[in-house]
């Protein structure tokens, strides 16, 4: 090192001298602007300094904006899931009204039935069906402590739903719907006044049975409960005929739609009571059929 600077000495002392005069210059030296004057040193300075300046402000803004993002970010997201479990807590809400709503509905269609047919009834809900095809049976939450007993119809506000086929315990009973084979419901077509008896069969279908192969009997007539069953009263919607054949010997097979959706119950009514009166006849008036006097009874609620 001591040969280098010993043989450059002279070139060496030459640059120190040259810029010792360029650093005098430029102290001495003015630039003019338009506002003020500023030495040359000061804007040789400025202009050395001013790119790194520059670039530390870069970063220093560039990690607080980044910064502040995250954490405005993470504020964002959070809220989001907030608002998310706010939705699905509205959703459910929703989904529970409208499911109370439904059932309001369906128990008004049944009260403002009950106060139109039948004098004495109660609500029960439907607990479960039996497993089985060959055996078309529900349960209801109602049992011998409610005053249920066997034999006693049930009914929606469509039509019949069946019996009750027996009292399980002081909770709980047993309905046979009125599309398995063993039951049985006495009824009478609407407009042809024919009777006959609502029966289902193995498949789960409802057929009326006993009428003549000589009658009339067109689809989409009216189904109705006779009454001679001794369980329904009658004028009780059952079902509408939907296909009529002829049947084996002298029948005819009619086959018929429930009035009530069997497939989809969820409340029904229990007749546990059922008003019968006697149609006055005064003087040679002509004797009423039993449809007007249904039609005029006065609705009475227990």
């Known amino acids: 090192m001591e040969n280098l600077i010993s043989r450059y000495r002279n070139v060496t002392i030459l640059v120190v001298v040259l810029f010792g005069q360029v650093l005098g210059l430029a102290v001495q030296v003015k630039r003019s602007t338009q506002d003020e004057s500023t030495r040359l040193i000061r804007v040789w300075a400025v202009d050395a300094v001013t790119p790194f300046e520059k670039s530390i402000v870069w970063l220093q803004s560039g990690v607080s904006n980044l910064w502040h993002n995250y954490f ?69 939450d109602k049992g011998s402590r409610d005053g249920i007993k066997a034999d006693m119809a049930v009914v929606t506000s469509e039509g019949v739903v069946g019996k009750v086929l027996r ?16 039951s049985g419901v006495g009824a009478i077509l609407e407009k042809s006044r024919l009777h006959g008896v609502l029966r289902g069969t193995p498949l789960g279908e409802v057929v ?26 009658k004028g009780l919607a059952a079902g509408t005929v939907t296909k009529v054949s002829p049947g084996p010997e002298l029948f005819l097979n009619i086959r018929v739609k429930p009035a009530a959706d069997l497939s989809r119950l969820e409340e ?35």
Do not use: W
């Open 72 to 140: 405005y970010l993470r504020g964002v997201r959070q809220e989001n899931r907030e608002l998310k479990l706010q939705i699905e807590q509205l959703r459910i809400e929703q989904v529970r009204l409208n499911d109370d709503a439904e059932q309001a509905r369906r128990l008004q269609a049944l009260l403002g039935f009950k106060e139109q047919f039948i004098s004495k009834t109660l609500a029960a809900q439907v607990i479960g069906s039996s497993g089985s095809e060959q055996s078309r049976v529900i349960y209801i």
């Open 167 to 182: 009292v399980s315990n002081k909770t709980t009973s047993q309905v046979l719907l009125i599309n398995d084979q063993t």
């Open 208 to 233: 009326l049975e006993n009428v003549m192969s000589d009658e009339a009997v067109q689809p989409g007539e009216k189904v109705l409960t006779s009454g001679g069953d001794q369980i329904f009263p």
């Open 268 to 302: 029904v009514l229990v007749i546990t009571q059922q008003e019968e009166k006697e149609p006055d006849v005064a003087g040679g008036a002509q004797p009423m059929r039993a449809a007007d006097i249904l039609a005029q009874r006065l609705p009475s609620v227990p």
